[in-house]
T-cell receptor, first 111, second 116 residues
Framework: SQQGEEDPQALSIQEGENATMNCSYK?????LQWYRQNSGRGLVHLIL?????REKHSGRLRVTLDTSKKSSSLLITASRAADTASYFC???????????FGKGTRLHILP | SAVISQKPSRDICQRGTSLTIQCQVD?????MFWYRQQPGQSLTLIAT?????????ESGFVIDKFPISRPNLTFSTLTVSNMSPEDSSIYLC?????????????FGQGTRLTVV
């Protein structure tokens, strides 16, 4: 079953603009992670934020986590063509070892 | 993070046959998982591969259809048995160095399976 739900499902923006993707989840979590997938290949880990953290940065990526609303956002600043990919949030429910993935956002950066 | 080599990267198989997918990790990992991803969809967890014991399957997946082996901490296989066109999908394995709560998961490059 899906734990995370991303929105939007698809997003097209101009190169250089910022892209924001949101994720909501249902149960209490230990951490939340964001992954990128290019064209049906393996997933690449982007960033992990723990349940006691509210914001985390990594290069052009900024992730926020609001456990009271059970939601997270991924912001990609100054987007580039190479950022075109699908982005997934993934959570682990407390007391469980499994990672459950959301439905994903397909991001397309227009030249 | 560790690197997973997954093979084959793709295959076209006849219905009724079976395909075994292998994942080799370059270091020992505590947890390994198998996922299925339909085109344009998210990843669905098939099972947790347990070292030296039977895999733990998610709802909707059974051992007879998807037998899994994990003989040691660096290797696992998934077999898709008695295939039908509905099994056409991308299959991915993942691993984690430690307990889930503090570590990222890393993935093989996936196996694109087409059943004809």
């Amino acid at each position: 079953s899906q734990q995370g739900e991303e929105d939007p499902q698809a997003l097209s923006i101009q190169e250089g603009e910022n892209a924001t993707m949101n994720c909501s989840y249902k149960t209490s979590i230990n951490n939340l992670q964001w992954y990128r997938q290019n064209s049906g290949r393996g997933l690449v880990h982007l960033i992990l934020i723990r349940s006691n953290e509210r914001e985390k940065h990594s290069g052009r990526l900024r992730v926020t986590l609001d456990t009271s609303k059970k939601s997270s956002s991924l912001l990609i600043t100054a987007s580039r063509a190479a950022d075109t990919a699908s982005y997934f949030c993934a959570t682990d429910a407390r007391g469980d070892d499994k990672i459950i993935f959301g439905k994903g956002t397909r991001l397309h950066i227009l030249p | 993070s560790a690197v997973i080599s997954q093979k084959p990267s793709r295959d076209i198989c006849q219905r009724g046959t079976s395909l075994t997918i292998q994942c080799q990790v370059d270091s020992q990992v505590t947890m390994m998982f198998w996922y299925r991803q339909q085109p344009g969809q998210s990843l669905t967890l098939i099972a947790t591969a347990n070292q030296g014991s039977e895999a733990t399957y998610e709802s909707g997946f059974v051992i007879d259809k998807f037998p899994i082996s994990r003989p040691n901490l660096t290797f696992s296989t998934l077999t898709v048995s008695n295939m039908s066109p509905e099994d056409s999908s991308i299959y991915l394995c993942s691993g984690q160095q430690g307990r889930l709560m503090n570590t990222e998961a890393f993935f093989g490059q996936g196996t694109r399976l087409t059943v004809v």
